[in-house]
């Protein structure tokens, strides 16, 4: 069996950097066999991706993708922590949608996390999850996402 490193290699992805914390706090923490992560943003390069409430100035489609950017942080920073390859299996994903008055899609949106961990897991990929719609996120994000992981 290829290992995680060799799976996202194959399918042309490459974990970013971790993403430096806007506030007081650690980008992952291990307690026992489990890695959180705090919640991550779509920060591409260093920059935050996009602004704005979903179903208002983002769209669906594009807040799915900055979604996915924000599980590709949640790993690295659970691969800066431990090590991509030692994850055994992702538990739980929790997905903050900016949601504009009236916008009642944030599982689609958190859909783009989930088909991410999915695509690089495989069956070890399947987690449960929680998709909330909040009025505003940090430095107007319009998602946030963050994993709880098994490791080895």
């Not at 506030?23 to 943003?41: C, D, F, K, W």
């Amino acid at each position: 069996m290829a290992t995680w490193s060799q799976r996202l290699a194959e399918l042309g992805i490459e974990l970013p950097p971790v993403a430096a914390p806007v506030a007081a706090y650690a980008p992952a923490i291990r307690t026992g066999n489990h890695v959180y992560t705090s919640g991550q943003l779509p920060f591409v390069s260093g920059t935050l991706a996009a602004t704005g409430k979903v179903g208002d100035e983002i769209g669906p489609e594009e807040a799915k993708q900055h979604a996915r950017t924000c599980a590709l942080n949640a790993l690295a920073a659970v691969h800066g922590l431990v090590g991509i390859d030692a994850v055994v299996r992702v538990v739980k994903v929790v997905g903050f949608v900016a949601s504009a008055e009236g916008f009642t899609g944030q599982p689609s949106v958190l859909n783009g996390a989930s088909e991410l961990l999915g695509e690089v897991f495989g069956e070890a990929g399947q987690h449960a999850r929680s998709a909330v719609g909040v009025a505003e996120l940090p430095l107007g994000a319009p998602v946030e996402v963050e994993l709880v992981v098994e490791v080895s």
